[in-house]
């Protein structure tokens, strides 16, 4: 078959590859000058298979008012004359409940577990540089009762083939020496050892690299904006972009939160409105002062990933409209964490901050699989697991497309 790919981060380049290893004609249409250049370009490096529980649960509800109050907040909300904002609002908080945590939580763990299965298979069978370690992870508790309820998470997740265990501060220390400074404010960590970490931008180039210089090689499109979606009894007959028209036999929409504006014609809502997230990538000055061990600062909700000779750090989630533009405080706010975490780690004379929309679902389940328009497929909603869950959404495409049986269940990833 023929087909069009509408969008070229992490999410559509690994859609292209399943398609292109199922011997398809592919074309990959994107508005940027090359691939992964918007949220995938410099988001926090973790591949956090065990790490998928929603922001949607009963734990978050009681931290919204201080978090909404207090301007360096993980969590900052500024109100917009938006419905879909609104809207977005009232179904994340109709999730945070208990039943709904958890039956989120076992989805996106047997989602996660299969992409990871996916990335190991892909290394082992390509030379992919990307700065691919399989490093572990540790998500650090800096307070006491926090630290308790991460380790029944820890017992749940165990029953659902999560393998991790519970640290005290010293054994912290001896698996990641880098917290040192660090030590004395952890009550705790939750060490996970199955956890990747990679660089997103490069993957998506390895990537693109490969299907672009075998046999049947898939066509990128860029500088290409698509503009409508061209409906016709049932179908997508085309898109209509500001380079003409793309026609093809099957469609797959992997553009983040633009996607919505898309479908809306259609008579398709998808519920994914973007939270802005943030990071900086800074020279490693120190090998001893940086960790090797990809880290999470819990409280905080700041990732630390090693990727070759620089640090990624990256954070936070702003519910502020729909603009990726960098919020100086925020900035600042991310580079006071690793002074304060990591303090030898560089020497903070070259930042490169970065600011992504991730598009994210209330629930924080992507929107995966069939529409109404028979030859239309969504890959959209990630969140902050795009890199995560884009080798396993982009095969299960691939499979429904080709009439096979995914590996792993839709219910709960479907639009109904």
């Given at each position: 078959?023929?087909?069009?790919i ?17 011997g398809?004609d592919?074309t ?6 090359g ?5 995938s370009?410099?988001n ?7 790490y ?6 009963p ?13 360096d907040?993980?969590?900052r909300?500024?109100?917009e ?8 609002i009232?179904?994340?908080l109709?999730a ?5 945590a ?12 299969y992409s990871?299965d ?15 370690v ?8 800096t ?7 991460a ?11 999560a393998?991790?265990?519970a640290l005290?501060?010293?054994q ?11 030590a004395?404010?952890i ?7 199955s956890?990747?970490a990679?660089?997103?931008y490069?993957?998506c180039?390895e990537?693109?690299?490969i299907m672009?210089s ?8 860029f500088?290409?904006e ?6 016709w ?7 209509e972009?500001?380079?003409g028209?793309f026609?093809?036999?099957a469609?797959v929409?992997?553009l983040g ?8 014609p259609?008579g398709?809502r ?5 939270l ?11 090998d001893?002062g ?9 409280k905080?909700?700041?990732?630390y990933?090693?990727?070759g000779?620089?640090?990624r750090v990256?954070g ?6 729909r ?7 925020r900035?600042?706010q ?6 304060a975490?990591f303090?030898?780690a560089?020497?903070?004379?070259a ?5 992504g ?11 995966i ?8 497929w969504?890959n ?6 795009g890199?995560?869950l884009a080798l ?7 499979d ?6 995914p590996?792993?269940?839709l ?5 109904h």
């Open positions: 078959m023929k087909i069009v509408l969008g070229a981060g992490v999410a559509g380049v690994a859609s292209a590859w399943y398609f292109w290893r199922d398809h592919v990959v249409l994107e508005r940027n000058a691939v992964a250049l918007e949220t370009f410099a926090g490096g973790q591949l956090s298979y065990s998928v529980a929603p922001l949607a649960s734990s978050v509800i009681p931290k919204i008012p201080p978090w909404l109050l207090r301007r907040s993980p969590l909300f500024r109100p004359l938006d419905p879909g904002q609104w809207r977005w009232i179904e994340f109709a945070c409940n208990p039943r709904t958890e039956d989120t939580t076992r989805k996106l763990l047997r989602l996660a577990f990871r996916l990335m190991h298979d892909l290394v082992g069978t390509h030379e992919l540089d990307f700065d691919y399989k490093n572990g992870k540790l998500v650090v508790h307070d006491r009762d926090s630290f308790e309820s380790k029944r998470l820890m017992d749940f997740m165990g029953t659902l083939g393998e991790q265990r005290d501060p010293a912290c220390v001896e698996i990641e020496p880098a917290l040192e400074m660090m004395p404010r009550a705790g960590a939750i060490y996970t050892p956890e990747d990679g660089d997103c490069k993957f180039n990537l693109q690299r672009t075998g046999a049947n090689p898939v066509t990128y499109r500088g290409v698509v503009e409508r979606l061209l409906p009894r049932g179908r997508l007959m085309g898109v972009t500001n380079r028209v026609e093809a036999d469609y929409l992997a939160t633009n996607a919505p504006y898309l479908t809306r259609l398709i998808i519920p994914v409105y973007p802005k997230g943030y990071s900086l990538t800074l020279p490693v000055v120190d001893r940086a960790p090797k061990i990809s880290i999470t600062d819990y905080r909700k700041v990732v990933a090693r990727l000779d620089e640090l990256a936070m989630a702003d519910l502020s409209g603009r990726a533009v960098i919020d100086v405080e900035v600042d991310l580079v006071s964490e690793v002074k975490a303090p030898k560089s020497d903070f004379t930042l490169s901050p970065w600011c929309m991730r598009p994210a679902t209330p629930k924080g389940t992507p929107v699989g069939a529409t109404p328009h028979s030859n239309l969504l959209v909603g990630h969140g902050a697991l890199f995560t396993a959404t982009g095969r299960i495409l691939a429904l497309a080709a009439g096979r049986a590996a792993v269940p219910e709960g990833f479907t639009l």
